[in-house]
């Protein structure tokens, strides 16, 4: 168990509809990242939080946002989705320090599939 | 930029053999780290292994060991004794001077008895 938890850990969902996932990361961690993995893609990079701000972001579609809370969980908000949003969702968190020696801890991922 | 190749799409191995998994890297930074994880078929990312890139030995955790040649900038994973259960798709990573991870495209073991 990693200490980074993630619901729901399934989502069907129609195109054009809304959702948001949830992530809680480790206790203590500061930095919440969001990824993306289809099967065509890899495992792309969205959007990183830092203690409540938008750090750093990747390849995320104006589609998508996100925020993180003052008690340091953080959703994703995805809107209009389409067939191509389909993917495997993954929050990572990692330490306070965010060092190039602080390793990412994933949740179990929120696997959205899009009808 | 930092970029990850992973240029085995996937590799097999015979249960209690040692299997290298091939990992380079590009980046301009002079200091960053380089990460491996373990995907199995439940979907989850487990961290495997990390190496410095000023670490003048090669990481070890059980296993697992991570053959680290700066001047090839390469990273590969070495797993010895195979188990079955070592059968999943694994990720290199680096985290460089922008601190987002940044990873391959994976490989895919199979472990055969």
């Known amino acids: 168990d990693s200490g980074v938890t993630q619901t729901p850990k399934h989502l069907i969902t129609a195109t054009g509809q809304r959702v948001t996932l949830r992530c809680s990361p480790r206790?203590?961690?500061?930095?919440v990242y969001w990824y993306q993995q289809s099967l065509d893609q890899g495992l792309q990079f969205l959007i990183q939080?830092?203690?409540?701000?938008?750090?750093a972001k990747g390849n995320i579609l104006e589609r998508f946002s996100a925020q993180q809370f003052p008690d340091l969980h953080s959703e994703l908000n995805l809107s209009s989705l389409e067939l191509g949003d389909s993917a495997l969702y993954f929050c990572?968190?990692?330490?306070?320090?965010?060092?190039?020696?602080?390793?990412?801890?994933f949740g179990q991922g929120t696997r959205l599939t899009v009808v | 930029a930092q970029k990850i190749t992973q240029t085995q799409p996937g590799m097999f191995v015979q249960e209690k053999e040692a299997v290298t998994l091939d990992c380079t890297y590009d980046?301009?930074?002079?200091?960053?780290?380089l990460f491996w994880y373990k995907q199995p078929s439940s979907g989850e990312m487990i961290f495997l292994i990390y190496q410095g890139s000023y670490d003048q030995q090669n990481a070890t955790e059980g296993r697992y060991s991570l053959n680290f040649q700066k001047a090839r900038k390469s990273a590969n994973l070495v797993i010895s004794a195979s188990q079955l259960g070592d059968s999943a798709m694994y990720f290199c990573?680096?985290?460089?001077?922008?601190?987002?991870?940044?990873f391959g495209r994976g490989t895919s073991l199979i472990v055969h008895p």
């Open positions: 980046t301009s930074d002079p200091s960053y780290g």
């Open positions: 939080y830092y203690n409540g701000e938008e750090r």
């Open positions: 206790s203590g961690d500061l930095s």
């Open positions: 990572a968190s990692s330490a306070v320090g965010t060092g190039m020696n602080t390793e990412a801890f």
């Open positions: 990573a680096m985290r460089g001077g922008s601190y987002i991870p940044t």
